[in-house]
């Protein structure tokens, strides 16, 4: 069972546009949501995070949209480039009380940019 | 700056054989996670280590062993290989002490190929 849901599965975004990638969540145990983009062959790259006592952040061209009501969060890509053509994961953690809680990634997304 | 060193890269066995991985965390950080990625698919969770201690556990077969050393590095040991043990395995780290133990940095993987 999937706990966390990440869609769509492929995304085609022209040059210029943005890219909107979507994630679900039911375990409210879950205080923090970073999200990775990994490129072919290589390790996921911590792109941005947030916690859930924010309902916005943003980092130079990308920002997450929190809503903790509705257990979703989001990834906006703004002014998306070809070099931003990557596999993208969300993830949360803090499922269990352990010193070291691992991350529970969304199946993944993959996402083109053309000219 | 300096990141999460794997290795090896890329490493060949045949079925039944006995493999290896290392993983030397981002100078400082005390803790480290391994994850297994199949082809297509998200990181799975496999076990984590804190200042040497195993924190958290998560689907990783009996057949694999780890564990984290005084200077930190962490080796993953995996016996009787199968085909099905093919893939990506990652190593992150963080630094729990800093209190920044949520933030998990990715190395470049180790590909591991059984035939």
């Known amino acids: 069972q999937q706990q966390v849901k990440q869609s769509p599965q492929s995304l085609i975004v022209q040059k210029g546009g943005i890219s909107i990638i979507n994630c679900a969540y039911e375990?409210?145990?879950?205080?923090?949501f970073p999200w990775y983009q990994q490129f072919p062959g290589k390790g996921p790259a911590l792109l941005i995070a947030?916690?859930?006592?924010?309902s916005e952040k943003k980092e130079g061209r990308f920002t997450i949209s929190f809503n903790k009501s509705a257990k979703q969060f989001s990834l906006h890509i703004m002014d998306s480039q070809p070099g931003d053509s990557a596999t993208y994961f969300c993830?949360?953690?803090?499922?269990?009380?352990?010193?070291?809680?691992?991350?529970?990634f969304g199946t993944g997304t993959r996402l083109q940019v053309t000219l | 700056a300096a990141g999460v060193i794997q290795s090896p890269r890329h490493l060949i066995k045949e079925k039944r054989e006995t493999a290896t991985l290392k993983c030397y965390p981002i100078?400082?950080?005390?803790?480290v996670y391994w994850y297994q990625q199949g082809p297509g698919q998200d990181p799975q969770f496999l076990i984590s280590f804190y200042e040497k201690m195993q924190s958290d556990k998560g689907s990783i077969p009996d057949r694999f062993s780890a564990q984290q050393f005084s200077d930190y590095h962490s080796e993953l040991n995996m016996s009787s290989l199968e085909l099905g043990d093919s893939a990506l395995y990652f190593c992150?780290?963080?630094?729990?002490?800093?209190?920044?133990?949520?933030?998990?940095?990715f190395g470049p993987g180790t590909r591991l190929t059984v035939l």
């Open positions: 993830a949360a953690l803090g499922e269990n009380t352990g010193t070291a809680s691992k991350l529970t």
């Open positions: 375990n409210t145990a879950f205080d923090y």
């Open positions: 947030i916690r859930p006592d924010v």
């Open positions: 992150a780290s963080s630094y729990q002490r800093l209190g920044q133990g949520d933030t998990q940095y």
């Open positions: 100078p400082r950080h005390d803790t």
